[in-house]
């Protein structure tokens, strides 16, 4: 990974523009090509990015009478993203080798197990293709068929929190560039969903379902009932 700390103006274009004014902030390369752009404050939410595949071309700005670089990341889609470095005040690479991925809890594992077991769970007619489904930046936890045959990307967490929202996100859109898939829709599954990540879901467009643990396991409550 590369990182480099610059005092730089950010210029977007594609589905639409965006300027970032001239400010220091954090720009990340990863192994796998992506760039993004942070601040130093919004938590992990970068102010600006560009997922892989793109092409990241470097070259000095002939207009200019300083030492200015501008960096031009291109992706097929025809986006690009223009970052203008006025002063690099850092710049270091790291190798960080090869991550084993996210270790999920118990519960957690065993939700994403019962419900691949009855896919149906979640909704009727609803057929597993494949658990832990491989994409370029981690596995989907179940890729599904409804009873159209059209592909379901199902993200489960035992607490549907927003950052799972945008993981699931990620993985859509890199599932819905395969031709044989799309178009993927998605669904967020948990035992207990915030409200916030509730809303941005809807608002992508991914389906919410809520599940019980126990129901699935074959556990019988232990609430009183009168029948």
């Given amino acids: 990974m590369r990182l480099v700390v610059a005092r730089c103006t950010v210029d977007y274009d594609g589905r639409l523009t965006a300027h970032l004014p001239e400010a220091v902030r954090l720009l990340m390369v990863k192994a796998d090509g992506c760039v993004a752009i942070h601040a130093d404050g919004g938590a992990y939410k970068p102010l600006n990015w560009m997922n892989s595949p793109n092409t990241l ?6 207009k200019a009478e300083d030492d200015r670089v501008i960096w031009t990341v291109r992706n097929p889609g025809g986006e690009t993203l223009i970052i203008t470095l006025h002063e690099v005040l850092s710049d270091e690479t790291h190798e960080m080798g ?3 991925g996210l270790q999920k809890d118990g519960v957690e594992a065993h939700l ?9 769970a979640i909704l009727d007619g609803l057929r ?10 981690g596995p989907v936890d179940l890729l599904c068929r409804d009873a159209q045959s059209e592909a379901v990307a199902i993200e489960v967490k035992r607490r549907g929190e927003i950052d799972g929202v945008e993981q699931l996100t990620r993985y859509l859109e890199f599932l819905n560039r ?5 178009p993927v829709r998605g669904m967020f599954v948990a035992q207990e969903i915030r409200p ?14 809520v599940v019980d643990y126990d129901n699935l396991r ?6 009183l009932k009168l029948f």
């Avoid at 395969?178 to 799309?182: A, E, F, I, K, N």
């Avoid at 916030?196 to 379902?209: H, K, P, S």
């Avoid at 074959?218 to 609430?223: A, I, K, L, T």
């Fill in 98 to 100: 090869l991550d084993p």
């Fill in 112 to 120: 994403q197990e019962l419900l691949a077991a009855n896919p149906t």
């Fill in 196 to 209: 916030q990540a509730r809303v941005l879901a809807e608002d992508r467009g991914i389906d919410c379902m």
């Fill in 218 to 223: 074959g556990v019988e409550s232990d609430e």
């Fill in 178 to 182: 395969d031709p044989l898939l799309r």
């Fill in 57 to 62: 071309t470097v070259g000095d700005d002939p």
């Fill in 128 to 137: 597993l293709v494949r658990r832990e489904y491989p994409t370029d930046i």
